[in-house]
């Protein structure tokens, strides 16, 4: 084959970008990544691996790092931090881990039976874990230390009591990841405490034009549905606008907060945000393998730490906002 | 090629880098030898033999599938439900153990035959609607998620599959599919044996078998191949079996390595497979490429994932590391290629 002389070029061009690319790669992270590096001026520190089953750019995930960034950086740890949705890969993740013969592991067990080899790896390897999040039913058998979470049936009851206190009488549980286990518990948990009577409607959360439509049709449908709950910020600020479309004038209570919800809460749109503290979560698991490591200290004794639920209302709006604002609530 | 004595081209005696370049996966090679080298110049944990087994582990769950896939790359298709088919297959096998509660092996062979049909509807399909495959393994990619979340909700009410740990015969499927095998005090997961074991197979067929010519013909020119005699049909049909019974494989790992499966799981990783594939040298047209070449795709594809993570770089940043390495190290294979075709054509 023949080539022409440009095209030659473009080639040779490309490969050099390419290969700039790689070097590049290689050499920014030192820099950007500085902020997860270990600070070299304090003599030996802790390097702790944190795995978690996010998605990239959740920001409940984020208020989660922070926390265990804020708690490394006051003990003079190096947090690693990592994620993937997948099972499979997050349990690699965690070998990983091994293989860096880290200090700690913090890890969230969405999944157990897929992360329960690597983690009794990592256990046998002598590396103190603690797991976050979910997994309250899984992580004892595991060999992890302690756990750090919210119990989400726990949480839907003291939504439901709250719901009832308010004097709800029909609702709506919005569930925005069909068969996901935890949103399900919640509002299982409602039902149980709640008076009146609960529905539950499915939306596509990662279609929020779907998420609208669906709380509106149903509001339009069910006219006397007087409070909306959704389990995710991000839903929350959906369904104001929705119920505003529907013409209803149910009410809205959240799971979850961010920013934004607070801000909403502090205008009268939400009446209650049941938060299970994701900071806290990151923070503890963190400064509870520091106490580990350094004077051999657990919280817990051998039953979940929870961390949730916290109900927040308007009155505690302005006092919560700026810590939304930081990204640490 | 201007000599005194003009000599025929066809039987001129190549130079060495033009002999090793023209091959498929030589520059794909360089690509993951230069990689290699970066990781392990960043990392002292990267070349530890734990943390190669870790790599050769992640490089084979991809690896695997990029056997069939290049193969049908080859032929001229592309497959977008082959990341959910392995699902669907794990949940299979794992739906019939729960439902019908006997030995997990009976799961485990159904599972391959539906796999099996289900690769061959997709062929079928494809040669007998004359669409792209593009749109039909499109249309099976969203049928098979459907299915998957669908039947599993059906028949457990939830959106994972009951462990078949205690099932009759787990035992015997966790050895075979799931084990670690010790190799100088390193153990290693016996998929990436299996990973081996396909390449060599595959490498087999194309190379030296007369099925091997009839991929190359179907995907290169399908109406010449035709005209000559090729059964391209059933060529196009067999790749997707052959991606199927990969799916099965890789599937069978992950439900007895993980005991239950998350009904949702597998959706993008086609691209994956597709990725390795490309990177190895494999046209997006058909025609060209190769198994050891898909192969050394995946190993670039898991030593830059898993090297992100030993370097201790930002994970931010993951996403965009992959996606530069991924182009560098297959221009830097099209550039080799090129130069070293160019050798040979003038």
């Known amino acids: 084959m023949t080539q022409r002389p440009w095209t030659r070029r473009a080639l040779t061009a490309l490969a050099g970008a390419g290969l700039v690319l790689t070097l590049a790669a290689c050499g920014a992270p030192a820099g950007v990544g500085g902020a997860d590096a270990p600070t070299t001026e304090s003599g030996p520190t802790l390097k702790i691996a944190m795995i978690t089953h996010s998605g990239a750019g959740d920001t409940f995930w984020d208020i989660v790092r922070s926390g265990a960034e804020a708690a490394a950086k006051k003990d003079h740890a190096a947090l690693l931090y990592s994620a993937d949705p997948d099972g499979a890969r997050q349990a690699q993740l965690v070998d990983q881990a091994v293989d860096q013969k880290v200090d700690g592991i913090i890890v969230t067990l969405a999944k157990p039976d897929a992360l329960a080899a690597s983690v009794k790896a990592a256990v046998a390897a002598g590396i103190p874990v603690v797991s976050i999040n979910s997994g309250e039913d899984a992580w004892q058998p595991l060999g992890v230390l302690a756990h750090f979470g919210q119990n989400e049936t726990v949480a839907g009851e003291a939504a439901g009591a709250k719901l009832t206190e308010l004097g709800a009488k029909k609702i709506v549980c919005v569930i925005h990841e069909q068969g996901n286990v935890g949103h399900e518990a919640r509002c299982d948990g409602i039902a149980k405490t709640f008076t009146g009577s609960m529905e539950r409607l499915y939306v596509n959360g990662v279609d929020m034009s779907n998420v609208a439509s669906t709380i509106t049709s149903k509001l339009q449908t069910t006219p006397d549905i007087d409070y909306v709950v959704t389990l995710g910020a991000p839903f929350a600020m959906t369904a104001i606008d929705a119920i505003a479309d529907a013409g209803s004038s149910a009410k809205l209570a959240t799971f979850d907060l961010n920013a934004d919800a607070v801000d909403a809460m502090k205008a009268g749109k939400i009446q209650f945000i049941v938060d299970q503290q994701p900071y806290l979560q990151g923070y503890s698991a963190l400064d509870n393998l520091w106490l580990y490591k350094t004077n051999g200290n657990m919280l817990g004794g051998g039953k979940t730490v929870y961390t949730g639920p916290q109900i927040l209302t308007q009155s505690d709006a302005e006092s919560i906002a700026k810590f939304a604002k930081n990204g640490t609530r | ?346």
Not at chain 2, 157 to 177: D, K
Not at chain 2, 222 to 245: C, D, E, M, N, S
Not at chain 2, 315 to 327: E, I, N, Q, S, T
């Open chain 2, 1 to 346: 090629m201007s000599t005194a004595t003009p000599t025929d081209e066809r039987i001129h005696s190549r130079g060495l880098f033009e002999r090793l370049f023209v091959r498929p996966e030589i520059g794909a090679l360089a690509a993951a030898a230069v990689l290699f080298a970066v990781f392990a110049s960043v990392s002292p944990v990267f070349t530890q033999p734990a943390s190669l087994a870790t790599i050769l582990y992640g490089a084979s769950t991809v690896g695997i599938m990029a056997v069939g896939v290049s193969l049908l790359m080859i032929g001229g298709e592309v497959d977008l439900s082959a990341g959910v088919a392995v699902t669907t297959s794990a949940l299979t096998a794992a739906l019939i153990a729960y439902w019908f509660g006997g030995n997990i092996w009976w799961g485990v062979g159904l599972s391959l035959v539906s796999a099996l049909a289900v690769g061959a509807l997709n062929g079928w399909l494809l040669t007998r609607t004359r669409l792209s495959s593009f749109i039909v393994t499109l249309a099976s990619f969203f049928m098979l998620t459907g299915l998957n979340l669908g039947v599993t909700r059906m028949i457990t009410g939830g959106v994972a599959t009951p462990s078949i740990e205690r099932a009759p015969g787990y035992e015997l499927g966790r050895a075979i599919f799931a084990s670690d095998v010790p190799v100088f005090g390193v153990n290693i997961k016996i998929t990436v044996f299996y990973w081996i074991a396909l390449v060599i197979i595959a490498t087999w067929i194309l190379r030296r078998t007369r099925v091997g010519n009839w991929i190359f013909a179907s995907g290169g020119a399908p109406q010449a191949a035709r005209a000559v005699g090729v059964p391209v049909r059933a060529t196009k049909i067999g790749l997707y079996i052959g991606v199927g019974f990969c799916a099965w494989l890789l599937a069978m790992h992950q439900l007895f390595a993980f005991k239950t499966v998350q009904s949702g799981e597998g959706i993008g990783n086609e691209f994956l497979y597709i990725i390795a594939a490309v990177v190895g040298g494999c046209l997006m047209t058909g025609g060209y490429g190769s198994a050891i070449g898909a192969a050394i795709g995946a190993l670039i594809y898991g030593m830059a994932l898993k090297g992100v993570v030993y370097a201790e770089w930002s994970p931010d940043w993951l996403k965009f590391f992959l996606g530069a390495m991924l182009l560098a190290a297959t221009v830097f294979n099209v550039y080799l290629q090129r130069r070293a075709a160019r050798g040979r054509a003038r």
